[in-house]
């Protein structure tokens, strides 16, 4: 019994440093202590304890002036994320060829869980675009693409989404209908879904089986 409460609160530690880590974003890549403190959803003695770790171990660091960024630890890693992640020339090629032809923006997607994540993009040349930041994690209730990835999955994972959405019975019904209509012309369209004002188209990736491990999608404004 120890030992599983000892697992069970090393697996909270791992999490909740985490969330601290997390709090780092494009928007917010140095803060204050107070900062980091307010944006983290900890208790402060725990964050405070957990921030003190992190900066030992070179996961995060404080500059000169106090504010703190992410650490130079991380640097390597993001090195190995780069090297795991990169895309092959193929693919890339082509995600290159639809942004010159579409001059809207390309996006690459990979199921996570019960999510959909950005892995890789092209960003559209036009003066008004929809961009996507890369990494982000987006529902597969909504969106060409999530709607494409959750059109391929079976029944167990289409309600495992589902419970997960907090969606009612009706908007799961009508959304089985749209996932047909998908799976019988093999691509997705979505308009305002979910960010009005935002559309795009997505086709699958299929590998040699002819399984789809992947979506293909342009997004834009709608208008």
Known sequence: MKDAAAGGEAVRSVTRALQILGAFDDEHAVCSLSELL????????????????????????????????????LIRLSRAVEVAWRLPLAADATMESVRARTLETVNLYLLEGIWRVCVAQKQGSQHIRFVIPVGVRL??????????????GDRDFFESVMRASGKEEDFSAGLAVDLA???????????????????????????????????????GPTS
């Open 38 to 73: 307010d944006r983290a959803p900890l208790p402060k003695t725990t964050a405070l304890r957990l921030i003190q770790t992190l900066l030992r171990n070179g996961f995060l660091f404080r500059r000169s002036d106090g504010q703190i960024c992410l650490g130079p630890a």
């Open 139 to 152: 529902p597969l209730w909504a969106g060409a693409a999530g709607k494409l990835l959750l059109a391929h």
């Open 181 to 219: 209509l998908i799976r019988h012309q093999g691509y997705a369209v979505s308009r305002d879904e979910r960010e009005r004002g935002a559309s795009s188209v997505a086709a699958p990736i299929v590998d040699r089986r002819g399984g789809v491990t992947a979506a293909l999608a342009v997004s």
